[in-house]
């Protein structure tokens, strides 16, 4: 029993806000399809507790055979003892293989169509709920529920019947000695139910410190770079981590002692209500108002009943934590997936057309406000502007991460949302700010983009377009492995990656978000030469700081917070001595400088 109530202990009692009665319902649908294993779990459970509460009867009649010599009752008995002992052993053994089976299927379904869903929840959630969190409810919280969904509920239910029914045989066995026991096991629970909000809040303190070390633990681990180019921090850090230990160490001594107590003190009161029977009872039977048998029978209930009555105080608690556990997981699952609206299958052309636009993470907090522009087809147009001006954000609304507020956006004359997802963004070619590569080799990275070509028709590809020398250069050409993110290669080389896998697609639109920004001057000129050529025919969206990348453009588009302010070619924009110039007196001048 001490497993199970330190895990129940473990649990926080948490405020809920859905009503019991729809989290009871879409918990049954949950559990739909274990339906016939949870309908035989609870016949075993009662069958089991039917046993449970004979075991004692069956003590007394064998009790009171030994009293009066009944030689052939006493075979009989024994017989049937051995019956029920044997029986009750199978429907256990059955049980405790049933229960963490249920358990574990359920989990597994949970977590995979939650990682499903998460997968195609629309963007600004991600913005909203920090990842550990989402983490947390695909992992911790589908554990707390596996657990007390299959086992629990149905525990719950037969500690329920059996206490019921001790004390209902109890009663007609004995109204006196029922009384006793039912005393006891009042103030039992009060005990439990004190006990357990005590250890509920050390348990509280012990989670939050070791929660303190785990986030110590992963920022220290992550900025380990930093932490050693700032010598002094990294002792400061060494200090803090022994300062959190201890307190981690201190709570867990604190818990382990109140969850100590509660054993003996549980021990004490029932050796108490032992006493009571046997001084009471053995009266009783003195007067001949009860039997030797009734009261071996009583010793027996009163040892059955405590564990179950514990359990169901304490469980009370976590059960609560279930629910929550619930609540947040059902919350996960309803969270509006990537608008699926627009089924119109084109073939992109490539103009695009913002008609005042108004747009921001926050609706509140407006980045593009009333924004309209237009790019024709088969134009290079560059966008320009201070850091934070909504350049990246006007890319992510032609990709359709997010949708305007207010506005629309035009491709082909077609507006955004009546084209499929899918379709819009196989024939835009993105090659984003920061690169995202995953884990596996360098082709791997290549492949995720044009899954159905052939490894030699990707290099084949890669040669005519002129990248191949570039991505040859990695330590192991396209064998060399990608480590979490690409943490084993430099900027630049990731955007090389990058390039050359929204080059291969062959795009309508190709995108570049400051995507040459990491890489140095003699390759930048040569995957610029690179880029010239894969412009034509398309149209093409470069956001750059640099001079020489600018000069790519047809025209330049001057973005200031969330407006354009200036637009039109280089020179026109030079000439006109605007933002456009400043910037570049500034800025470009100053890179020429170096
Ligand atoms: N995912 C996001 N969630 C919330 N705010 C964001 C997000 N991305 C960008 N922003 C905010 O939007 C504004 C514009 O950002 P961005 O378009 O990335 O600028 P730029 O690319 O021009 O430097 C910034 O103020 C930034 O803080
Ligand atoms: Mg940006």
């Known amino acids: 029993m001490g497993y199970h109530i330190v895990r129940y202990l473990q649990k926080e009692k948490e405020k809920r806000k ?103 929840i629309k963007l600004d959630y991600f913005s909203r709920i920090p990842t550990g969190k989402i983490v947390a409810r695909i992992m911790n919280d589908v554990d707390s529920i596996g657990e007390i969904l299959a086992s629990g509920a149905i525990d719950v239910l037969s500690d329920f019947i059996f206490i019921a029914g001790a004390m209902f045989i109890m009663f007609s066995l004995s109204v006196e000695l029922a009384l006793i026991v039912t005393i006891t096991v009042l103030i039992v629970v009060i005990i439990a139910y004190i006990w357990g909000e005590r250890a509920r809040e050390v348990y509280r303190k012990v989670r939050e410190s070791v929660a303190e070390v785990t986030s110590k633990i992963e920022q220290d681990v992550s900025g380990a770079l930093l932490l050693h180019t700032f010598i002094h921090r990294r002792a400061d850090s060494v200090m803090e981590f022994q300062r959190l230990s201890k307190k981690t160490l201190t709570s867990s001594i604190s818990a382990a002692k109140i969850v100590g107590s509660m054993g003996p003190l549980i021990r004490l009161i029932e050796a108490l209500c032992y006493i009571l029977i046997l001084w ?165 990275n290549l492949r995720i983009a044009i899954p159905h070509m052939s490894i030699g028709e990707i290099k084949e590809r890669l040669r005519k377009l002129g990248l191949e020398e570039f991505l040859l250069k990695l330590p192991q050409g396209y064998d060399t492995r990608v480590v979490e993110g690409g943490k084993n290669l430099s900027v630049g080389q990731r955007q090389i990656i990058s390039i050359a896998r929204a080059l291969l697609t062959d795009p309508s639109i190709l995108i570049l978000d400051e995507a040459l920004s990491s890489i140095d001057p003699i390759s930048e000129f040569m995957i610029q030469e690179v880029l010239k050529r894969s412009l034509q025919n398309r149209t093409c969206i470069v956001i750059a700081h640099r001079l020489s990348t600018l000069r790519l453009a047809d025209r330049i588009l001057v973005v200031v917070d969330g407006r354009v302010v200036e637009e039109g070619p280089h020179e026109e924009l030079i000439k006109k001595r605007g933002v456009y110039s400043r910037l570049y007196e500034t800025h470009f001048a100053l890179a020429r400088a170096q």
């Open 18 to 120: 859905l009503p019991f009665k729809y989290l009871f319902k879409r918990t049954l649908i949950l559990l739909s399809p274990f339906k016939y294993s949870l309908i035989l779990l609870l016949v075993l459970s009662i069958v089991g507790i039917c046993l449970n509460l004979v075991i004692p009867y069956i003590i007394k009649l064998f009790v009171d055979a030994i009293v009066i010599g009944d030689i052939n009752s006493l075979v009989n008995l024994a017989i049937i003892f051995i019956v029920v002992a044997t029986v009750g052993l199978a429907v256990n053994y059955t049980r405790s293989y049933l229960v963490p089976l249920i358990g574990q299927k359920l989990m597994l379904n949970l977590r995979n169509s939650l990682y499903r869903h998460v997968l195609t």
């Open 280 to 444: 009471y009872g053995s009266h009783l039977v003195g007067v001949e108002k009860i039997t030797i048998g009734t009261l071996s029978a009583f010793y027996g209930y009163v040892g059955m009943l405590f564990r179950p009555l514990i359990m169901l105080t304490i469980f009370y608690g976590s059960f609560q934590s279930a629910l929550a556990s619930l609540e947040r997981i059902f919350d996960l699952l309803d969270t509006e997936v990537e608008a699926r609206r627009g089924d119109r299958r084109i073939k992109v052309r490539g103009s695009i057309v913002f008609e005042d636009v108004t747009f921001g993470y926050d609706p509140d907090n407006p980045v593009l406000k009333s924004l309209s522009f237009k790019i024709n087809s088969g134009e290079v147009v560059a966008i320009v502007g201070p850091t934070g001006s909504g350049k990246t954000t006007i890319v992510n609304l032609i990709l359709r991460l997010y949708e305007p507020q207010k506005g629309r956006i035009l491709i082909d004359g077609i507006d955004l949302r009546e084209i499929e997802l899918r379709c819009l963004r196989e024939q835009i070619g993105l090659i984003p700010q920061e690169p995202v590569l995953f884990s596996g080799t360098v082709m791997d």
